[in-house]
């Protein structure tokens, strides 16, 4: 596949550094060939947005939809094909991949059903012969900038709320999958977005920092690794443009004594290992209440250590490669530094041999935690990785699941309502699940973490239409 940008409704050649992409499950195999692009490709996108954005934010609010919809049709028939490909490229498994790509095509069926919501506000006046209305009108060109991870669905999340609402997009996805910013970027194109309205470039960091610079830019949505987020934060603050920055995790899952252990360990095993742990929202840190933690951990590492590993196209694997050899290398560092500092492996741990030995692949891993000061415990690796721990109490739980700079996600399993609703007073997190996974994501509720986890306005469902517009209150009087 040939690598293209997107701008101004047509399709180039990258002008900057020659690029390769590779399939991380064997990595000689090339998925995609290009050239990145650089500022001036960036310049012009951000040009042909701003020429475009006024007539877009006049188009009717329905006509906006229907060119979601017509997208979202478009994904679904391609789906298979290019969940294929995003497992080829990026190295979730291919019913992930499939998974993804559907899921991107129902977020744009939410965005364009919000058409039909209300879109301002009236209120009384305390004066007479007068109405207060609250509008809403779109910022203007936003700034988006995607990670690897979820190279269509991040995408999904961000661009459908921001056209919906009558923004233009330049946009940059991570420059190590392209392939599937190239079909979401397609879908739209043929969906009849109009030319200027979605621009795509396929470029470096720096290149990302020239657009989040850029004076044609009115907001930056940003997802990624918290000193990325933080700096584009810093530097949107410095300008005086809006931001949202979702950012790592570093997410707990709690097993207390009363909980339905074949759940707890059904659930905490997708919540760490699907797409290989390679989700803000992973599970990473497991508290067990000490009445169950030898059971629980028994069972637990026994089905890690039974996951299929393997070429994350091949039917019937449950856990692929890392993204890249430096991924899978960090990962596989923080494990030695674990063990080196006293963790005892339950489950994984040592790289693979054999034919794994080729891609990206690191074995679903359970460390057994002799306390919280490992770096293990505090640092996000990004892999499938779990630390464990052991509490005395439900308070204790809590309070060790709060023990991190992070708060985007946890889950907690127990069968007592009463420590559910405590531990949702409990724990300073953005996403709370009570029997379920700690990863997913809803379109139509608010999705973002708190403390080094998120910064500025939550993402999705109506925190998305806050984001992406602001409101002019009119005194009217006739
Ligand atoms: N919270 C989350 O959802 C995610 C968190 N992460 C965390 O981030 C780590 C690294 O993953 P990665 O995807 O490389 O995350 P990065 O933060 O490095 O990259 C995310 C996006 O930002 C771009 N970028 C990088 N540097 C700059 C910059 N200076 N200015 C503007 N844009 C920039 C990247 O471009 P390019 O790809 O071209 O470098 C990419 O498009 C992971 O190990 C994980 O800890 C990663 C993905 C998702
Ligand atoms: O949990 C999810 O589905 C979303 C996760 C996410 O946003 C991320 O990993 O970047």
């Not at 091949?314 to 560092?333: F, I, K, T, W, Y």
Request: glycine share 10%; proline share 6%.
């Amino acid at each position: 596949m040939e690598l293209q940008n997107l701008v101004d409704g047509r399709w180039a050649d990258g002008k900057g550094e020659e690029f390769t992409s590779t399939n991380p499950s064997r990595p000689s195999d090339v998925v995609a060939v290009g050239a990145l692009a650089g500022p001036a490709e960036v310049d012009e996108a951000v040009a042909a947005a701003r020429r475009a954005q006024p007539d877009w934010a006049r188009t009717p609010h329905h006509e906006r939809a229907a060119i979601l919809s017509r997208a979202a049709a478009l994904i679904d028939a391609s789906a298979d094909a290019w969940g294929h490909e995003l497992a080829a490229e990026e190295g979730k498994t291919r019913a992930e991949g499939v998974g993804e790509a559907q899921r991107a095509a129902q977020i744009l069926r939410y965005y364009a059903a919000e058409a039909d919501h209300e879109t301002g506000q009236l209120y009384a006046s305390p004066r007479r012969g007068e109405q207060i209305l609250v509008t809403r009108r779109a910022l203007g060109v936003v700034g988006i900038i995607t990670p690897f991870n979820f190279p269509i669905a991040i995408p999904a999340w961000k661009i459908a709320p921001a056209l919906s609402y009558g923004n233009a997009v330049v946009w940059k996805p991570a420059s190590i999958v392209p392939l599937l910013a190239m079909r979401f970027a397609q879908a739209l194109h043929d969906a009849g977005v109009p030319p200027g309205v979605v621009n795509m470039v396929v470029a470096d960091g720096p290149t990302g920092g020239h657009l989040v610079d850029h004076p044609g830019i009115h907001a930056v949505s940003f997802t990624g690794s918290t000193a990325v987020g933080q700096a584009i934060a810093a530097s949107c603050a410095a300008r005086g443009v809006p931001v949202q920055a979702e950012m790592g995790g570093k997410n707990p899952a709690i097993v207390l004594d009363d909980a339905d252990l074949d759940l707890a360990v059904d659930q905490v095993l997708l919540g760490a290992y699907r797409a290989t742990g390679q989700k803000c929202t992973a599970t990473s840190r497991l508290i067990l209440q000490d009445g169950i933690a030898e059971p629980f951990l028994a069972a637990f590492a026994r089905r890690a250590s039974e996951l299929v590993v393997g070429d994350a196209v091949a039917p019937g694997v449950q856990m692929g490669p890392l993204v890249s050899a430096a991924a899978r290398d960090e990962v596989q560092r923080g494990i030695d530094t674990a063990v080196r500092q006293g963790a005892r492996v339950l489950a994984g741990g040592s790289p693979y041999g054999g034919a794994l030995a080729d891609g990206w692949f690191v074995p679903p891993t359970v460390l057994d935690l002799p306390s919280t000061t490992l770096d293990v415990w505090r640092d996000e690796l990004f892999g499938p990785v779990v630390g464990v721990v052991r509490a005395r109490t439900a308070a204790e739980a809590f309070a060790l699941a709060n023990d991190s700079a992070f708060g985007l996600s946890a889950s907690v399993f127990t069968t007592d309502l009463g420590r559910a609703l405590e531990s949702v007073d409990a724990l300073d997190v953005g996403q709370l699940h009570v029997n379920s996974e700690s990863a997913g994501a809803d379109p139509h509720v608010p999705f973002g973490g708190a403390k080094r986890s998120g910064y500025g306005p939550k993402e999705q469902g109506r925190a998305a239409r806050d984001f992406y517009t602001h409101t002019t209150t009119v005194y009217l009087r006739g």
